[in-house]
């Protein structure tokens, strides 16, 4: 055990005694959380140029409505109330009579003016839309633009245009508009947890007001961290052991210890990297979410299995790491096989939206149970609000820690063979036989 440990003592060092380490604590998290630091600098920085937009309104019945919201908004919204400082575009509309020719003619005509930056973008009303039946291209309103897809004049004409065509439509009916001033007035469906009683007062709660940040980012976070800590503990196993084979230090080291004793110091090392790292995030996390007072959304129930999974996935994924290592003979072959063996990290990460909205269901539950992905899926399920059944995360404890046991007693064998054989590429027929005979 002594010379288990004096190995981990080494490959810890290593890792974490580097200016490279401390970096990396400090890059990763910008890496993973960069683009909600540039959403949350970059919201104000609006380009408040005006958005000029031409209207060929076939039906007659839009256009006017457009051209006085866009007047109402421009007078409210542009400007700062406190400072004055424009802060949004203005939205100016022009009416261009439809062509009686060839309509695509006039539609080049404007999509030319589009492109020489003397629209924004032309918007095309049909002549249908008030009683809209039959060809949908009798009724449609077309909005043409660079990126229509995101642009958000676009998503802002559709209310104007609609609200007009529900006050011409009572009109027809013969029912005065006054009447019935909150006829379109919409209330959304708020959301709520379920309720439920003290078991010991048995007096009822109430329900706890369903939360986005509770729903997604807190189940995701524990995940992308756990991913980065298993990258972190686990990948460098896999360049230290091919180096070390390909400089000969390898048959150096197995003249005092076992092949087994060296690859399980190794794993212990990413341990102990791993939950350098670990502590460092999550005391530094707690604390700054405590600090700006959120401190309801630490996920403090997730934390026990959150450090159990990372322990498990080190030894896991280490194990399959240092065995992959031990079979390559130079760096070349270990880039070959890094995306590989990097896949079973990779794919969990790939379904955590369907997971998350459907946390019980048959393809979470059964994807979770998957060995190599327990640890991440297992761990999103425990954390979303429905939660999972009391025995899952248990059972999924179980089987990583089968698995794991299966992993390194493999990962022994292939590393024990590999090692000490030169030449022999890193095919998976060899490392099945390596793993089945020794």
């Known amino acids: 055990m002594r010379k288990i440990l004096r190995v981990a003592w080494r490959d810890y060092k290593a890792n974490v005694c580097t200016k490279a380490f ?80 060839d309509p695509r003619l006039q539609m080049l005509e404007l999509s030319d003016r589009v492109r020489r930056g003397e629209l924004h973008a032309f918007l095309t009303i049909e002549k249908g839309i008030l009683h809209p039946s039959g060809d949908p291209s009798t009724f449609r309103i077309a909005y043409h633009s660079e990126n229509p897809a995101m642009d958000e004049v676009r998503r802002w004409v559709e209310r104007p245009i609609n609200e007009a065509l529900r006050s011409r439509r009572l009109a027809e ?108 995030y999550v005391c530094g ?41 031990s079979a390559c003979n130079d760096a070349t072959e270990a880039q070959a096989v890094t995306l590989p063996a990097m896949l079973p990290l990779l794919i969990p990460l790939f379904v955590v939206m369907p997971v998350i909205q459907e946390p019980n269901g048959t393809l979470a539950t059964g994807l979770s149970f998957f060995p190599l992905f327990t640890p991440f899926l297992m761990l999103l399920r425990i954390g979303t609000p429905a939660g999972v059944p009391a025995w899952q995360p248990w059972a999924g404890i179980f089987e990583v820690a089968l698995t794991t046991l299966l992993f390194v007693w493999a990962g022994g064998r292939i590393f024990r063979v590999g090692l000490l054989v030169h030449g022999t590429p890193p095919k998976i027929g060899n490392l099945l036989r390596w793993a089945l005979h020794g």
């Open 285 to 325: 996390g707690i604390g700054t979410i405590v600090y700006l007072g959120l401190g309801q959304y630490v996920p403090y129930a997730v934390l026990p299995w959150f450090f159990a999974f990372l322990v498990f996935s080190i030894f896991l994924y280490g194990a399959l790491l240092a065995a992959l290592g």
């Open 22 to 101: 401390i970096i990396g604590l400090v890059v990763a998290p910008l890496f993973m959380g960069g683009s909600a630091i540039v959403v949350a600098l970059t919201k104000d920085r609006v380009d408040t140029r005006d958005r000029k937009v031409a209207v060929v309104d076939r039906s007659g019945l839009a256009a006017g409505a457009l051209i006085a919201a866009a007047e109402k908004r421009n007078s409210r919204e542009l400007h700062d109330g406190t400072t004055g400082k424009k802060v949004r575009p203005a939205y100016v509309f022009e009416t261009v009579a439809p062509s009686e020719g």
């Open 173 to 280: 009916a013969g029912i005065a508009e006054s009447a019935v001033p909150d006829l379109f007035d919409w209330i959304g469906a708020e959301g709520f947890g379920l309720i439920s009683a003290d078991q010991q007062t048995g007096k009822i709660g109430e329900a706890e007001r369903a939360s986005e940040i509770r729903a997604v980012l807190l189940p995701i976070i524990p995940v992308i961290l756990l991913f980065m800590l298993v990258m972190m503990g686990c990948m460098p196993q896999l360049q230290s052991v091919t180096e070390e084979k390909s400089q000969r230090i390898a048959e150096v080291i197995l003249g005092c210890l076992r092949p087994f004793q060296f690859m399980m110091g190794k794993l212990l090392g990413g341990v102990g990297v791993s939950l350098t790292g670990a502590a460092v």
